[in-house]
């Protein structure tokens, strides 16, 4: 198999407990999963997820608990073996057809005494059909994005395991993949946000909008999906309106506001929302470390 779909809003939800590693190493025995066809041999789990360290392999042992099952010297994932089971079913049907169109077309020109390059001519076309027949059913689907009938749904082309029910029962894989078309988080608006942090820290160290990309838009947008998910907001106005409460939580601390003397040989703290948004700093202000300094 080389496609499947992902719903990135279910999925975060679905996985939002896992560490970065964790995921990283989720998503490589997946895809391995898919384009073998088949369970991973024991033996075979940390070169399948290319996991090297330490910490990668304590990655893979708390994944391979969590999704997969052991059994008989393999790892599998039951949802993965329903799909590519019926992966090889749609296959076969398609394979299935395409050989009887061959055969009826050459019954066909034999019936009518045709020449033997006309015939080859026949299976040609013949087979050119079978190959649309099988495309159009397996083929990868453009992603769903704003421009398109669902401004708020988001896919991607990847894998796709198969469908379970939910906590909430509804219908969903076991990524979180609701096949009922549950819409994803709503996007995260970095200018509003940016707009929001120089109102309420117009004395905190402010950021250029120009060069907000890379790293830093990476992890808020990272924090504001993980909190949209979980909050279930269901706008971007939901999403800014938390955003300011979380601001002015912050402004209660001393130490974040720069009102703690700095530890002999440190400078003094300065607080700074690409800092914010890092995934540690951020658990830790949710968590009031900072509130309980100084």
């Known amino acids: 198999m080389n496609y499947y779909e992902h719903h990135l809003g279910d999925y975060l939800k679905r996985t939002i407990k896992l560490s970065m590693i964790e995921d990283g190493a989720y998503r490589r025995l997946l895809d391995h999963y898919y384009i073998e066809e088949s369970p991973i041999p024991a033996g075979d789990v940390f070169k399948a997820a290319r996991a090297q360290s330490r910490h990668e392999k304590e990655a893979v042992r708390a994944v391979l608990n969590a999704f997969f099952r052991e059994e008989s010297g393999t790892w599998r994932h039951d949802r993965a073996d329903e799909e590519i089971a019926r992966f090889r079913k749609k296959s076969a049907a398609a394979q299935a057809s395409a050989n009887a169109r061959w055969a009826k077309e050459k019954s066909e020109v034999d019936a009518n005494g045709e020449s033997s390059a006309s015939t080859a001519n026949a299976h040609a076309n013949a087979s050119g059909d079978a190959m649309r027949t099988h495309s159009d059913g397996n083929a990868p689907q453009s992603p769903v994005?704003?421009?398109?009938?669902?401004?708020?749904?988001?896919?991607?082309?990847?894998?796709?395991?198969?469908?379970?029910?939910?906590?909430?029962?509804?219908?969903?894989?076991?990524?979180?993949?609701?096949?009922?078309?549950h819409r994803g988080p709503p996007e995260c608006p970095h200018i509003e946000v940016l707009g929001l942090w120089a109102e309420v820290m117009p004395d905190q160290v402010q950021h250029d909008r120009e060069r907000w990309k890379g790293k830093r838009a990476d992890h808020l947008r990272a924090r504001w999906r993980e909190t949209a998910v979980a909050k279930g907001w269901a706008s971007q106005a939901e999403g800014i309106a938390y955003m300011r409460k979380f601001f002015m939580w912050c402004r209660r601390s001393p130490f974040l506001m720069g009102k703690v003397p700095p530890r002999p040989g440190h400078r003094q703290f300065e607080l700074e929302l690409a800092w914010l948004v890092n995934p540690e700093n951020w658990t830790k202000t949710h968590e009031g470390k900072y509130h309980s300094e100084g």
Do not use: I, R, Y
Not at 172 to 179: F, K, T
């Open 145 to 181: 994005t704003s421009n398109h009938k669902d401004k708020d749904k988001l896919s991607l082309v990847c894998a796709q395991p198969a469908a379970e029910h939910d906590d909430e029962g509804g219908e969903a894989d076991l990524l979180g993949h609701h096949v009922n078309g």
